[in-house]
């Protein structure tokens, strides 16, 4: 038998999930008036999210928003990314907050896209830039099957991932 306080918790997750999908069905409908919406996702703190992209020939960036909140016109967090050949996929830059589950729902939908292109591997760069967080950095793209290679004398470092 439930107590009050476990009906209470139940109903305000269902409250929760309920708002943010009707938060997604209002923010679906601006983002999909300027760029290609691409799937909605769960974050490991069970948001909805909407996942959607801007691509040219040159270049790609996914992109997502956290449905717990409304869509301000601008991202919640992105992967901007350039083709540097029908080969590869160049990661240019990863803007967001860390530890949401934005980054593993963003370079799931950035393989596929390379799949989707027939491109096989995906390639980065660890800037000096990034040494603060680099232990950080490390275990994301060892979770995402990335090889990586780190110099501590230059604080940079390589990444690469191959279907």
Not at 133 to 159: A, C, M, P, S
Request: hydrophobic share 35%.
């Amino acid at each position: 038998m439930q107590s009050v306080m476990e009906r209470k918790e139940q109903e305000t997750g269902r409250d929760s999930l309920e708002f943010q999908v009707l938060r997604m069905q209002n923010d679906m409908k601006e983002i999909a008036k300027k760029w290609d919406v691409v799937g909605v996702e769960q974050t490991k703190e069970e948001n909805l999210t909407i996942v959607y992209k801007d691509e040219n020939k040159h270049q790609c960036k996914i992109m997502l928003n956290d449905c717990s909140t409304s869509f301000q016109g601008i991202w919640d967090f992105s992967i901007d990314a350039v083709y540097t050949s029908d080969e590869s996929i160049f990661i240019g830059d990863i803007r967001g907050p860390s530890n949401k589950g934005y980054g593993s729902i963003c370079i799931q939908y950035l393989k596929e896209l390379a799949a989707d292109h027939n491109i096989p591997v995906i390639r980065g760069d660890i800037a000096p830039r990034d040494w603060d967080h680099v232990d950080r950095l490390i275990h994301f793209y060892e979770k995402h099957n990335f090889e990586i290679e780190v110099n501590t004398k230059t604080k940079t470092g390589f990444i690469e991932w191959r279907a």
